[in-house]
C-alpha cells in the first residue's frame, strides 16, 4: 500500500511526463531572423549539393511529433479551463509541499531527471488541477481520510536531505588534482564525466540525488560533511572504499513533519484516485468543454 501511496505526486509524475514539451512550446517563441514570406522556403541545412528548406523540416517535426504535441497542448487547455469554470487553485504552499516530497524521494538514477525546478512546480500544479478535476464528485469520509494518515504517518516526515554529486577517483593525489582543477574554474560535472570510476553516475556530471540519514547507498562519510558545506561548495577529498571523493552541495533540504491538517486535500485525492478506474487521463474532460482538433476521427 505504501509504495503506492507515495503521494499523489507519484501519479502526477507519470500524467506530467507527457506535457513538459507543452509548456515549452506555449513559452514565449524565439524571434525568426527571417520575413513572414521567406519563412517555407529559407533553407536551414546545405549537405554537399542538397538542402533542406524549413518548410520540409517543419513538415517531418510535424508527421513525428504533431499529434502528440498538438494533444498535450489541447490537455493543458482543458485542464486550465476547467479548473477556471470549477473554481479550483492550487496553493503556492501545496505546490512546495509537493515539490519538496519529490525531491526527497529523487535519485540520479531515475528516469525522470530533476532538470528546471520551475518546470517542476508547472507541471505539479497541473497534475494537482487535473487530480482535483478528476475526482471533485468523489465522496471520500473524514474518518477514512484520518485512518489513511495514521496508517501512512511516516510518508508525512520529510528527513533533512541533501542533493549531492560527487566524483570518485582512486587515490588521494587524483582527488586532489581534481580541487585544484574545481578552484581553477572546472566544471564538476564536465570533470565527473571525465575522471569519475562511479560508473552509475559519471554520466550524469556526478549527480547522486538528494540522501538523508536513512541513505544506505552512499558513503556514511558523506553525511558528515554535507552539513558542513554551503550550497555550491565541493568538499576536501573524502576516504571512501573505492579510493578518495570529493562531493559538492547542490542543496540542503531541511526536513519537516506535516500535520493531518496539512496533507488532508491530497489524501482525498489519493484515495479517490485509487477507487477510480482506468487510467488516469485527461481526454474524459474534453467533452465537459468541448474540443475539436486537427486530428478528428483518426
Not at 488541477?129 to 471533485?136: D, F, I, M, R, S
Not at 510518508?155 to 554529486?165: G, M
Not at 477507487?275 to 487521463?281: A, H, L, R, T
Request: proline share 2%; glycine share 6%.
Amino acid at each position: 500500500m505504501k509504495s503506492k501511496s507515495l503521494w499523489s505526486i507519484i501519479i502526477g509524475l507519470i500524467i506530467i511526463n507527457c506535457v513538459t514539451v507543452g509548456y515549452f512550446v506555449l513559452q514565449e517563441p524565439a524571434t525568426i531572423p527571417v520575413s513572414a514570406d521567406d519563412q517555407q522556403n529559407e533553407i536551414i541545412a546545405t549537405i554537399g549539393d542538397q538542402t533542406i528548406t524549413r518548410q520540409e523540416w517543419l513538415a517531418e517535426l510535424e508527421q513525428r511529433f504533431g499529434r502528440d504535441t498538438l494533444k498535450e497542448l489541447v490537455n493543458i487547455e482543458v485542464v486550465e479551463e476547467l479548473a477556471k469554470k470549477h473554481n479550483i487553485q492550487v496553493s503556492e504552499d501545496t505546490i512546495q509541499r509537493e515539490l519538496a516530497v519529490y525531491k526527497s524521494m529523487y535519485n540520479s538514477l531515475d528516469e525522470e531527471h530533476f532538470g528546471d525546478e520551475g518546470n517542476w512546480e508547472k507541471q505539479i500544479r497541473y497534475s494537482i488541477l487535473l487530480e482535483e478535476l478528476l475526482t471533485k464528485d468523489v465522496s471520500v469520509s473524514e474518518e477514512e481520510m484520518k485512518k489513511f494518515y495514521d496508517n501512512n504517518a511516516d510518508l508525512y516526515n520529510i528527513e533533512t536531505s541533501y542533493h549531492l554529486s560527487h566524483i570518485v577517483v582512486k587515490t588521494e593525489d587524483e582527488a586532489k588534482v581534481i580541487e585544484e582543477e574545481l578552484k581553477g574554474g572546472s566544471s564538476f560535472e564536465a570533470l565527473a564525466l571525465e575522471t569519475s570510476i562511479d560508473e552509475f553516475t559519471a554520466n550524469q556530471g556526478g549527480d547522486i540525488g538528494f540522501i538523508s540519514t536513512q541513505n544506505e547507498y552512499v558513503p556514511a562519510a558523506y553525511l558528515k560533511v554535507a552539513p558542513t558545506l554551503k550550497e555550491g561548495e565541493w568538499s576536501e577529498p573524502i576516504k571512501v572504499d573505492a579510493g578518495y571523493a570529493v562531493i559538492l552541495l547542490h542543496e540542503t533540504l531541511e526536513g519537516k513533519s506535516y500535520s493531518y491538517d496539512d496533507v488532508k486535500g491530497q489524501i482525498r485525492r489519493q484515495i479517490a484516485l485509487e477507487q477510480m478506474e482506468g487510467s488516469v487521463s485527461v481526454e474524459p474532460l474534453w467533452e465537459e468543454i468541448g474540443v475539436t482538433w486537427f486530428y478528428e476521427g483518426e
